[in-house]
Protein backbone atom coordinates (compact mmCIF):
# COMPACT_ATOMS: atom_id res chain seq x y z
CA UNK A 1 0.00 0.00 0.00
CA UNK A 2 1.60 2.99 -1.44
CA UNK A 3 1.11 6.31 1.20
CA UNK A 4 0.48 9.73 0.19
CA UNK A 5 2.63 12.52 1.79
CA UNK A 6 -0.08 13.43 3.82
CA UNK A 7 -2.52 10.85 5.88
CA UNK A 8 -5.15 13.65 6.77
CA UNK A 9 -8.54 12.33 6.29
CA UNK A 10 -10.80 15.41 7.79
CA UNK A 11 -10.95 17.63 10.98
CA UNK A 12 -13.30 17.09 13.81
CA UNK A 13 -14.42 19.27 16.58
CA UNK A 14 -12.33 18.84 19.51
CA UNK A 15 -15.81 19.29 21.85
CA UNK A 16 -19.12 18.33 19.47
CA UNK A 17 -16.77 16.05 17.48
CA UNK A 18 -18.42 17.17 14.50
CA UNK A 19 -16.63 16.30 11.08
CA UNK A 20 -15.37 19.03 8.59
CA UNK A 21 -13.64 19.19 5.52
CA UNK A 22 -10.23 19.46 5.51
CA UNK A 23 -9.53 20.93 2.32
CA UNK A 24 -11.37 24.42 2.74
CA UNK A 25 -10.32 27.40 4.78
CA UNK A 26 -11.86 26.54 8.46
CA UNK A 27 -11.97 28.31 11.81
CA UNK A 28 -13.51 26.75 14.43
CA UNK A 29 -16.90 24.39 14.97
CA UNK A 30 -20.46 25.86 15.09
CA UNK A 31 -20.49 25.43 18.20
CA UNK A 32 -17.54 27.75 18.91
CA UNK A 33 -14.19 24.76 19.35
CA UNK A 34 -11.53 24.35 17.99
CA UNK A 35 -11.14 22.03 14.97
CA UNK A 36 -8.29 19.31 15.09
CA UNK A 37 -6.83 17.20 12.10
CA UNK A 38 -7.32 13.60 11.96
CA UNK A 39 -5.41 11.05 9.66
CA UNK A 40 -5.76 7.42 8.87
CA UNK A 41 -3.66 6.09 11.34
CA UNK A 42 -4.51 2.43 10.06
CA UNK A 43 -2.47 3.18 6.69
CA UNK A 44 0.25 4.85 8.30
CA UNK A 45 0.72 1.80 10.29
CA UNK A 46 0.39 -0.26 7.84
CA UNK A 47 3.19 1.14 5.58
CA UNK A 48 5.44 3.15 7.59
CA UNK A 49 7.69 2.31 10.75
CA UNK A 50 10.07 3.97 12.76
CA UNK A 51 12.77 2.78 10.90
CA UNK A 52 11.72 3.94 7.32
CA UNK A 53 11.98 7.77 9.24
CA UNK A 54 15.83 7.45 9.53
CA UNK A 55 17.38 8.58 6.35
CA UNK A 56 14.61 11.32 5.92
CA UNK A 57 15.78 15.59 6.31
CA UNK A 58 16.29 16.19 10.43
CA UNK A 59 13.66 18.79 10.28
CA UNK A 60 9.86 18.30 11.22
CA UNK A 61 8.93 17.58 8.08
CA UNK A 62 9.94 13.99 8.39
CA UNK A 63 6.53 13.12 10.01
CA UNK A 64 4.66 14.53 6.65
CA UNK A 65 2.70 11.44 6.71
CA UNK A 66 1.00 12.58 10.42
CA UNK A 67 1.06 16.39 8.93
CA UNK A 68 -1.77 18.30 6.97
CA UNK A 69 0.38 19.40 3.83
CA UNK A 70 -1.24 17.19 0.70
CA UNK A 71 1.25 18.06 -1.88
CA UNK A 72 5.73 18.40 -1.11
CA UNK A 73 5.03 21.67 -3.70
CA UNK A 74 3.91 23.41 -0.87
CA UNK A 75 5.83 22.86 2.21
CA UNK A 76 7.66 25.65 3.57
CA UNK A 77 10.02 25.68 5.42
CA UNK A 78 13.38 27.36 7.34
CA UNK A 79 15.23 23.90 8.36
CA UNK A 80 12.61 23.89 11.76
CA UNK A 81 12.84 21.25 13.96
CA UNK A 82 14.79 18.25 15.52
CA UNK A 83 16.06 20.45 18.53
CA UNK A 84 18.08 18.72 20.68
CA UNK A 85 17.33 17.01 24.13
CA UNK A 86 20.10 18.94 26.82
CA UNK A 87 20.76 17.28 29.89
CA UNK A 88 21.27 20.08 32.75
CA UNK A 89 22.51 17.91 35.32
CA UNK A 90 24.43 20.24 37.55
CA UNK A 91 20.91 22.19 37.92
CA UNK A 92 18.93 19.18 38.24
CA UNK A 93 21.40 17.96 40.96
CA UNK A 94 20.96 20.81 42.65
CA UNK A 95 17.08 21.01 43.06
CA UNK A 96 16.95 17.26 43.44
CA UNK A 97 16.10 16.15 39.98
CA UNK A 98 19.27 15.10 38.60
CA UNK A 99 17.40 13.27 35.74
CA UNK A 100 16.55 16.89 34.41
CA UNK A 101 16.63 17.18 30.32
CA UNK A 102 15.80 20.30 28.42
CA UNK A 103 14.44 20.95 24.86
CA UNK A 104 15.72 23.88 23.64
CA UNK A 105 13.42 25.62 20.95
CA UNK A 106 15.55 28.40 21.25
CA UNK A 107 17.67 27.07 18.41
CA UNK A 108 14.60 26.70 15.58
CA UNK A 109 14.18 29.81 13.12
CA UNK A 110 12.98 32.82 14.41
CA UNK A 111 14.19 31.49 17.63
CA UNK A 112 11.13 30.13 19.27
CA UNK A 113 9.10 27.69 19.07
CA UNK A 114 6.50 29.40 17.25
CA UNK A 115 8.10 28.31 13.85
CA UNK A 116 6.68 24.85 13.99
CA UNK A 117 3.16 26.03 14.01
CA UNK A 118 4.05 29.06 11.43
CA UNK A 119 5.81 26.63 9.38
CA UNK A 120 2.80 24.15 8.90
CA UNK A 121 0.00 26.90 9.12
CA UNK A 122 1.50 28.69 6.74
CA UNK A 123 2.17 25.66 4.12
CA UNK A 124 -1.64 24.67 4.41
CA UNK A 125 -2.63 28.14 4.33
CA UNK A 126 -0.64 28.51 1.10
CA UNK A 127 -2.16 25.27 -0.24
CA UNK A 128 -5.81 26.23 0.24
CA UNK A 129 -5.22 29.39 -1.32
CA UNK A 130 -5.05 32.10 1.37
CA UNK A 131 -4.09 35.13 0.11
CA UNK A 132 -2.63 36.60 3.25
CA UNK A 133 -2.42 35.80 7.45
CA UNK A 134 -4.06 37.66 9.93
CA UNK A 135 -3.43 37.28 13.89
CA UNK A 136 -3.07 38.56 17.24
CA UNK A 137 0.08 37.92 18.92
CA UNK A 138 2.49 38.27 22.02
CA UNK A 139 5.27 38.30 20.25
CA UNK A 140 6.86 35.60 18.96
CA UNK A 141 4.30 34.34 17.30
CA UNK A 142 3.92 36.81 14.89
CA UNK A 143 7.21 37.42 14.38
CA UNK A 144 7.69 33.41 12.94
CA UNK A 145 4.52 33.50 10.70
CA UNK A 146 5.19 37.04 9.47
CA UNK A 147 8.82 35.64 8.59
CA UNK A 148 7.29 31.69 7.00
CA UNK A 149 4.61 34.04 5.13
CA UNK A 150 7.20 36.29 3.49
CA UNK A 151 8.99 32.68 2.42
CA UNK A 152 5.20 31.41 1.10
CA UNK A 153 4.76 34.76 -0.57
CA UNK A 154 1.64 35.43 1.42
CA UNK A 155 0.77 38.74 3.31
CA UNK A 156 0.93 38.74 6.67
CA UNK A 157 -1.22 41.21 9.58
CA UNK A 158 -0.12 41.43 12.84
CA UNK A 159 -1.52 42.96 15.97
CA UNK A 160 0.85 42.89 19.27
CA UNK A 161 0.19 44.32 22.78
CA UNK A 162 2.16 47.79 22.17
CA UNK A 163 4.39 46.58 25.30
CA UNK A 164 5.38 42.98 23.65
CA UNK A 165 8.81 42.28 23.60
CA UNK A 166 10.54 45.13 20.84
CA UNK A 167 12.63 42.64 18.88
CA UNK A 168 9.41 40.57 17.79
CA UNK A 169 7.83 44.25 16.43
CA UNK A 170 11.60 44.47 14.31
CA UNK A 171 11.11 41.13 13.65
CA UNK A 172 7.51 41.28 11.92
CA UNK A 173 8.32 44.93 10.71
CA UNK A 174 11.74 43.46 8.55
CA UNK A 175 9.48 40.46 6.72
CA UNK A 176 7.34 42.99 5.14
CA UNK A 177 3.89 42.36 7.95
CA UNK A 178 1.58 44.98 7.97
CA UNK A 179 2.21 45.77 11.76
CA UNK A 180 -0.44 47.04 14.56
CA UNK A 181 0.31 47.94 18.50
CA UNK A 182 -2.71 47.75 20.86
CA UNK A 183 -2.80 49.56 24.32
CA UNK A 184 -3.91 46.38 25.90
CA UNK A 185 -3.67 42.45 26.12
CA UNK A 186 -3.42 39.67 23.31
CA UNK A 187 -7.40 39.51 23.41
CA UNK A 188 -7.35 43.62 22.54
CA UNK A 189 -5.20 42.89 19.75
CA UNK A 190 -7.34 39.95 18.61
CA UNK A 191 -10.70 42.28 18.80
CA UNK A 192 -8.34 44.55 16.29
CA UNK A 193 -7.56 41.33 13.84
CA UNK A 194 -11.20 40.52 13.51
CA UNK A 195 -12.14 43.82 12.63
CA UNK A 196 -9.46 43.54 9.52
CA UNK A 197 -10.74 40.46 8.43
CA UNK A 198 -14.18 41.26 8.46
CA UNK A 199 -13.69 44.56 6.24
CA UNK A 200 -11.59 43.02 3.77
CA UNK A 201 -13.00 39.38 3.41
CA UNK A 202 -11.64 36.97 1.62
CA UNK A 203 -7.94 38.84 1.84
CA UNK A 204 -7.27 37.39 5.01
CA UNK A 205 -6.97 33.87 6.94
CA UNK A 206 -7.66 34.32 10.66
CA UNK A 207 -4.76 32.31 11.94
CA UNK A 208 -5.44 33.64 15.88
CA UNK A 209 -4.11 30.76 18.08
CA UNK A 210 -6.62 27.65 17.49
CA UNK A 211 -8.94 29.54 15.18
CA UNK A 212 -7.44 27.69 12.65
CA UNK A 213 -6.44 23.65 12.84
CA UNK A 214 -3.11 23.89 11.75
CA UNK A 215 -0.75 25.50 13.58
CA UNK A 216 -1.33 22.85 16.61
CA UNK A 217 -0.06 20.11 13.78
CA UNK A 218 3.29 21.62 14.08
CA UNK A 219 3.77 22.66 17.37
CA UNK A 220 2.76 18.65 18.06
CA UNK A 221 5.99 17.57 16.23
CA UNK A 222 7.74 18.57 19.41
CA UNK A 223 6.34 15.41 21.02
CA UNK A 224 6.39 13.54 17.66
CA UNK A 225 10.59 14.75 18.35
CA UNK A 226 10.93 13.69 21.76
CA UNK A 227 9.81 10.31 20.84
CA UNK A 228 11.69 9.74 18.63
CA UNK A 229 14.89 10.27 20.41
CA UNK A 230 14.42 8.78 23.60
CA UNK A 231 14.42 5.53 21.15
CA UNK A 232 10.35 5.81 20.55
CA UNK A 233 9.49 5.79 24.26
CA UNK A 234 8.29 9.14 26.28
CA UNK A 235 9.84 10.44 29.46
CA UNK A 236 8.40 10.11 32.96
CA UNK A 237 7.28 14.15 32.76
CA UNK A 238 6.73 16.69 30.19
CA UNK A 239 6.63 20.45 31.76
CA UNK A 240 5.21 23.17 29.02
CA UNK A 241 5.26 26.84 29.46
CA UNK A 242 1.15 27.43 29.30
CA UNK A 243 -0.12 30.74 27.34
CA UNK A 244 -2.94 29.43 24.71
CA UNK A 245 -1.11 25.64 25.71
CA UNK A 246 -0.91 24.69 21.64
CA UNK A 247 2.20 23.19 22.44
CA UNK A 248 0.68 21.03 25.19
CA UNK A 249 -2.06 20.19 23.28
CA UNK A 250 0.21 19.09 20.47
CA UNK A 251 2.36 17.39 22.29
CA UNK A 252 -0.28 14.84 24.11
CA UNK A 253 -1.97 14.39 20.45
CA UNK A 254 1.35 13.32 19.05
CA UNK A 255 1.58 11.24 22.00
CA UNK A 256 -1.75 9.89 20.89
CA UNK A 257 -1.62 9.58 17.61
CA UNK A 258 1.76 7.16 18.42
CA UNK A 259 0.10 4.71 20.93
CA UNK A 260 -2.28 4.33 18.14
CA UNK A 261 0.55 3.72 15.48
CA UNK A 262 2.15 1.47 18.11
CA UNK A 263 5.35 3.36 17.51
CA UNK A 264 5.53 4.60 21.37
CA UNK A 265 6.53 1.91 24.46
CA UNK A 266 5.95 2.28 27.86
CA UNK A 267 3.80 4.47 29.38
CA UNK A 268 2.18 8.07 28.98
CA UNK A 269 3.98 10.32 30.63
CA UNK A 270 2.41 13.30 33.37
CA UNK A 271 2.25 16.57 31.74
CA UNK A 272 2.96 19.46 33.51
CA UNK A 273 1.42 23.17 32.62
CA UNK A 274 3.22 26.26 34.22
CA UNK A 275 2.29 29.74 34.29
CA UNK A 276 2.71 32.65 36.16
CA UNK A 277 1.66 33.70 39.43
CA UNK A 278 0.63 37.06 37.60
CA UNK A 279 -1.61 35.05 34.64
CA UNK A 280 -2.67 31.90 36.00
CA UNK A 281 -6.06 30.95 34.37
CA UNK A 282 -5.25 27.21 33.99
CA UNK A 283 -3.85 26.25 37.20
CA UNK A 284 -6.67 28.15 38.80
CA UNK A 285 -9.28 26.08 36.91
CA UNK A 286 -6.86 22.69 37.93
CA UNK A 287 -6.78 23.57 41.65
CA UNK A 288 -10.94 23.52 41.45
CA UNK A 289 -11.14 20.49 39.18
CA UNK A 290 -13.04 22.34 36.62
CA UNK A 291 -12.75 22.26 32.48
CA UNK A 292 -12.34 25.67 31.31
CA UNK A 293 -11.21 28.32 32.85
CA UNK A 294 -12.32 31.64 34.28
CA UNK A 295 -10.57 34.77 32.56
CA UNK A 296 -7.65 36.21 34.52
CA UNK A 297 -7.80 39.89 35.58
CA UNK A 298 -5.33 42.56 35.37
CA UNK A 299 -2.54 39.97 34.02
CA UNK A 300 0.99 40.91 33.73
CA UNK A 301 4.26 38.62 34.13
CA UNK A 302 7.85 39.08 32.52
CA UNK A 303 6.76 35.93 30.65
CA UNK A 304 5.35 37.44 27.98
CA UNK A 305 4.37 34.67 25.87
CA UNK A 306 2.06 33.27 28.35
CA UNK A 307 0.69 36.25 29.18
CA UNK A 308 -2.90 34.85 28.07
CA UNK A 309 -6.02 35.68 30.13
CA UNK A 310 -8.43 32.85 28.69
CA UNK A 311 -7.23 30.16 26.27
CA UNK A 312 -9.77 29.31 23.89
CA UNK A 313 -8.04 25.50 23.97
CA UNK A 314 -8.33 25.72 28.02
CA UNK A 315 -10.23 22.44 28.18
CA UNK A 316 -8.20 20.64 26.06
CA UNK A 317 -5.26 21.56 28.06
CA UNK A 318 -7.23 20.53 31.42
CA UNK A 319 -8.42 17.26 30.01
CA UNK A 320 -4.58 16.77 28.76
CA UNK A 321 -3.44 17.11 32.43
CA UNK A 322 -6.26 15.38 34.09
CA UNK A 323 -5.33 12.28 31.43
CA UNK A 324 -2.30 11.74 32.40
CA UNK A 325 -2.50 12.73 36.04
CA UNK A 326 -0.36 16.18 35.73
CA UNK A 327 -0.15 19.04 37.17
CA UNK A 328 -0.53 22.80 36.52
CA UNK A 329 1.86 24.78 38.40
CA UNK A 330 2.04 28.73 38.77
CA UNK A 331 5.19 30.26 39.49
CA UNK A 332 6.52 33.99 40.36
CA UNK A 333 8.07 36.49 38.13
CA UNK A 334 11.55 36.56 40.66
CA UNK A 335 11.67 32.94 40.81
CA UNK A 336 11.47 32.23 37.51
CA UNK A 337 14.04 34.64 36.60
CA UNK A 338 16.26 33.68 39.27
CA UNK A 339 16.12 29.80 38.63
CA UNK A 340 17.08 31.10 34.40
CA UNK A 341 20.15 32.52 36.47
CA UNK A 342 21.17 29.83 38.40
CA UNK A 343 20.51 27.35 35.52
CA UNK A 344 22.75 29.55 33.04
CA UNK A 345 25.48 29.40 35.46
CA UNK A 346 24.77 25.66 36.70
CA UNK A 347 24.84 24.11 33.37
CA UNK A 348 25.88 27.22 30.36
CA UNK A 349 21.66 26.72 29.19
CA UNK A 350 20.08 30.10 29.40
CA UNK A 351 16.45 30.08 28.87
CA UNK A 352 13.75 32.93 28.03
CA UNK A 353 11.80 33.65 30.93
CA UNK A 354 8.75 30.92 29.69
CA UNK A 355 11.02 28.65 29.22
CA UNK A 356 12.53 29.38 32.85
CA UNK A 357 9.04 29.25 34.39
CA UNK A 358 9.75 25.19 33.78
CA UNK A 359 12.54 25.13 35.62
CA UNK A 360 11.07 26.72 39.05
CA UNK A 361 8.05 24.69 38.25
CA UNK A 362 10.37 21.40 38.79
CA UNK A 363 11.87 22.80 41.67
CA UNK A 364 8.59 23.33 43.34
CA UNK A 365 7.06 19.81 42.67
CA UNK A 366 10.55 18.41 44.22
CA UNK A 367 9.77 20.41 46.95
CA UNK A 368 6.10 19.26 47.43
CA UNK A 369 7.15 15.91 47.00
CA UNK A 370 4.95 15.12 43.71
CA UNK A 371 8.43 14.50 41.99
CA UNK A 372 10.69 11.94 43.84
CA UNK A 373 13.60 12.62 42.18
CA UNK A 374 14.20 9.73 40.20
CA UNK A 375 12.36 10.94 37.25
CA UNK A 376 13.41 11.57 33.86
CA UNK A 377 11.70 15.31 33.26
CA UNK A 378 11.86 17.10 30.01
CA UNK A 379 11.09 20.92 30.44
CA UNK A 380 10.48 22.69 27.23
CA UNK A 381 12.47 26.00 26.39
CA UNK A 382 10.37 27.63 24.07
CA UNK A 383 12.75 30.62 22.90
CA UNK A 384 15.90 32.16 23.21
CA UNK A 385 16.95 34.21 26.18
CA UNK A 386 18.41 36.88 23.64
CA UNK A 387 14.71 37.77 22.64
CA UNK A 388 14.51 39.31 26.35
CA UNK A 389 16.83 41.86 26.51
CA UNK A 390 15.08 43.99 29.33
CA UNK A 391 14.99 40.62 32.06
CA UNK A 392 19.06 40.89 32.34
CA UNK A 393 20.08 42.85 35.00
CA UNK A 394 24.17 43.18 34.64
CA UNK A 395 25.98 46.23 36.03
CA UNK A 396 29.73 45.18 35.88
CA UNK A 397 32.52 47.85 36.91
CA UNK A 398 34.22 50.13 34.51
CA UNK A 399 37.78 49.97 34.60
CA UNK A 400 40.46 52.21 33.63
CA UNK A 401 43.18 51.02 31.11
CA UNK A 402 45.66 51.64 34.14
CA UNK A 403 43.06 49.67 36.29
CA UNK A 404 43.95 45.70 37.92
CA UNK A 405 41.06 43.41 37.86
CA UNK A 406 40.01 43.38 41.86
Same mark, same amino acid.
Given at each position: ?77 ? +? =? ?71 ? +? ?12 ? *? ?56 ? =? ?11 ? *??YPTGGGV ?57 ? +? ?27 ? =? ?25 SAVRVLR ?5 ? +? ?33
Open positions: MTLPFSALTHLECARCGRRHDADRVQNLCACGSPLLARYDLDRVRDSLTPADLADRPQTLWRYHELLPVRDPAHVVTL +G =EGMTPLVPLPRYGASIGVPGLVMKDEGLIPTGSFKARGAAVGVARALELGARGIAMPTNGNAGAAWATYAARA +GLEALIAMPADAPS *ITRAECAAAGAGLYLVNGLIGDAGRLVAEKIAAEPGVWMDAATLKEPYRIEGKKTMGL =EIAEQLGWRAPDV *IVGLIGIHKALLELRALGWLRGPMPRLVSVQASGCAPIVRAFEKGERTSEPWQDARTVAF +GITVPKALGDFLVLDALYETGGRAVAVDD =EELLADRDRCAAADGALLCPEGAATLEQGWLS +GDEEVVVLNTGAAAKYPETFRVDPPILELTDRIP
